[in-house]
């Protein structure tokens, strides 16, 4: 029996050099200590011994037993600490490693030149307004001074929806919407996206407007002249020279197409210009008494001027893009230069 005990000793301690995991470790505790171990097996036995035998056995057994389970527990807190280390390791992290540099957002270039067109309207005292994008031919034409056999329809490409519905050709509708919300005065502009048929280096289907409308009693059209020589100086420079030059427009009368000195010659005259020295950037004009008669004012009681200018037209003056759909395609190579 002293053999015995003495064969499970060296057997169980050479195991443990093999364990490499708690759960190993728990299946050697169980095969044996458990209640089938085979430590047990033989102290089970220890009835059969004399009782001579039985003390020496006895205090050997146990022993065994105790210095076994030493054993036990020292090869778990190793395999606890190695486990840990382990663990440590695969968590941990390489602080000398570059970080990443978050990429901030910013504003589309049309988005930029928008906002800054905003402010400065907004200082000269103009409210921001915006209006539906899907409109009726009532606000977009008719009440426009424009009646479906009037030429000036089809100067506008427009997309048509179902019922009479439209996306708006341009900003214009919303000084009809409005003035049938208001009395004057009325001091607005109206930013806001309007849509054409219409596709080339010049032209997207969707394009950005910013409408302008001012209604009092006795406005006159050198007011406007003011607020717009005002704008383009703040926009393009103190040294901006600007021109009206005679034009139509259903919605205004008298009207005018308003042209600035180049931007890249000082109006010297260069290819961007056609060598004219002059760049159109917007069309304006004092309200057509028609219109107000359309939202119930009356032209003998009040006057005002409009005018309504592209987005993109001025975003391209600013940053001079060859083909103004680069603003629509989305390539970041080319959003990331503004
Ligand atoms: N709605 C015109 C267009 O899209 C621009 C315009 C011209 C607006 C003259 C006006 C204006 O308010 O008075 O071409």
Redesign the pocket.
């Known amino acids: 029996m002293k053999k015995e005990l003495e064969a499970i000793q060296a057997e169980v301690l050479q195991a443990l050099k093999q364990i490499n995991t708690q759960d190993q470790l728990e299946s050697l505790r169980i095969e044996y200590f458990g209640r089938k171990g085979k430590l047990t097996d033989v102290m089970k036995g220890m009835g059969k011994l004399s009782k001579e035998e039985r003390p020496i056995i006895g205090k050997l057994a146990n022993e065994i037993r105790s210095s076994l389970s030493d054993a036990f527990e020292a090869a778990k807190t190793a395999l606890d600490s190695k486990q840990q280390g382990q663990q440590l390791k695969a968590e941990s992290v390489d602080i000398t490693l570059p970080g990443r540099k978050p990429t901030l957002g910013k504003a589309h270039p049309v988005m930029q030149i928008l906002q800054r067109i905003e402010e400065i309207f907004m200082q000269m005292g103009f409210q921001v307004v915006t209006g539906p994008e899907v409109e009726t031919e009532h606000y977009n034409f008719d009440a426009?001074n424009t009646p479906p056999d009037h030429p000036a329809r089809d100067?506008?490409d427009t997309f048509y929806l179902t019922d009479g519905h439209l996306l708006r050709?341009?900003?214009?509708p919303v000084?009809i919407r409005a003035m049938e919300n208001q009395q004057p005065p009325i001091r607005i502009i109206v930013p806001g996206k309007?849509y054409r048929v219409d596709y080339d280096v010049s032209h997207t289907p969707m394009f950005h407007?910013v409408?302008?409308?001012l209604v009092d009693r006795h406005v006159t059209f050198s007011e406007l002249k003011g607020v717009l020589v005002s704008f383009a100086r703040q926009m393009f420079g103190d040294q901006t020279q600007m021109r009206f030059r005679p034009?139509f427009?259903p919605?205004?009368e008298p009207?005018a197409e308003v042209d600035i000195s180049c931007t890249v010659c000082q109006g010297k005259g260069c290819r961007s210009c056609g060598h004219t020295g002059w760049i159109e950037i917007?069309?304006?004009?004092a309200?057509d008494p028609e219109v107000f008669r359309a939202v119930n004012y009356d032209p003998e009681e009040v006057t005002g001027?409009?005018?309504?200018?592209?987005v993109e037209r001025i975003a391209n003056l600013q940053f001079r893009i060859p083909d103004i759909r680069t603003f629509y395609e989305n390539d970041l190579r080319f959003l990331n230069q503004f």
Do not use: R
Request: charged share 5%; no cysteine.
């Open positions: 426009l100067l506008h050709t341009h900003n214009s000084q309007a407007q409408e302008g409308l034009h427009f919605f205004t009207s917007l069309g304006a004009g309200v001027f409009a005018f309504g200018m592209g």
